[in-house]
């Protein structure tokens, strides 16, 4: 009752919205799994294990040729408190003509990109509304539509593998009007997060590009402001057991996984509690103006560099552009590694 009386309605339909998040990940992953397996060797209803793998089998490319979105499951009012938690919030600065295909190249990622999820995996900050006639398509590990249910969940939110063989279809097999949404810093960048920094990991990341190349589609920075603070990152003293038990820890979960663990935490159910739901601080991602980006079947290493480059630039201007406005000081400059 403590607890209920600190808070009005809202903010607990905010805060629960934001805590079943991962957890309902784990949930639909563990059942299938776990009981498709149980079923099929331990049950008088291994049938249903077989329909399911059956599915599973026949349904395989469908994630790398569109997926399966549902404007229902974007529109949810789940995502509406999700999003008014922190709050988040969608910022256009050019139109997205529908007559051209655009890999949105997003930073930073943050510990586990909110920004981007909200807005372009769901329509709780009008992603529509704000560029109509465009198709966003938010790229993750493949992995995760290896898993039964699970691929159904997030396919339905019009999310796709960040892979090749499924952006290369969106951009070039599956009409105009399509962008596919990169966190191009990916498990890397999320090492460099925590508050105040404005650090990305991009120098090398030069695959985004080189898609856009071959693909003709235009290339469009963008930046979610505040996705760094919603987090406290702790980096223990180089020299030190911890460190070094820290950095092993993490080198092994990335070799198994491919994913980086961050040793963060955020607030609990209240306010000034320690725990591990993020901080109610505003997240804004910006997107900026499209470069155009000539198609080239084979593009030369001299090529993606020069668009590289140019691309960096732009981002560059659009961090300068915005960084007063969205919190961070005059003099705050973007760090690129």
């Not at 019009?158 to 962008?179: D, F, I």
């Not at 090529?303 to 000081?329: E, M």
């Amino acid at each position: 009752m403590t607890f209920l009386s600190q808070l009005d309605l809202q903010e607990i339909l905010q805060t629960l919205s934001v805590l079943q998040w991962l957890p309902v990940y784990i949930i639909l992953g563990t059942i299938s799994i776990v009981l498709i397996p149980y079923f099929l060797v331990f049950t008088k209803f291994w049938i249903l294990s077989v329909l399911a793998l059956a599915w599973l089998a026949y349904d395989w490319h469908t994630h790398n040729q569109g997926g399966r979105r549902s404007a229902w499951v974007r529109n949810w009012t789940l995502w509406k408190y999700f999003q008014s938690y922190f709050p988040v919030k969608l910022v256009k600065t050019h139109d997205l003509s529908p007559k051209y295909n655009y890999i949105i190249a997003n930073h930073p990622h943050g510990i586990v990109s909110f920004g981007v999820f909200v807005n372009f995996a769901t329509e709780a900050t009008g992603c529509a509304r704000i560029f109509p006639d465009i198709t966003p398509f938010l790229g993750t590990l493949e992995g995760i539509f290896w898993i039964p249910i699970v691929r159904e969940y997030v396919m339905s939110m019009g999310v796709c593998p960040v892979s090749e063989l499924a952006l290369k279809y969106l951009l070039t097999q599956n009409g105009s009007g399509n962008a596919v949404v990169i966190v191009v810093g990916g498990a890397t960048e999320s090492l460099l997060c925590r508050p105040g920094a404005s650090t990305i990991f991009l120098k090398e990341r030069k695959g985004f590009v080189k898609l856009a190349l071959k693909t003709g589609a235009q290339l469009v920075p963008s930046y979610s402001f505040g996705e760094n603070e919603v987090y406290n990152q702790e980096t223990f003293p180089e020299g030190t057991w911890i460190r070094f038990f820290q950095k092993t820890f993490q080198e092994t979960f990335k070799k198994i996984l491919g994913l980086n663990f961050c040793t963060f935490h955020g607030r609990g159910l209240t306010q000034k509690s320690w725990g591990f739901l993020p901080f109610n601080l505003p997240i804004t991602t910006v997107v900026g103006e499209p470069l155009p980006i000539p198609k080239i079947k084979r593009p030369n290493k001299k090529t993606v560099d020069k668009y590289h480059t140019l691309y960096i630039n732009a981002l560059r201007k659009l961090f300068d552009q915005h960084k007063v406005q969205y919190g961070l000081p005059e003099t705050q400059e973007l760090t690129i590694l």
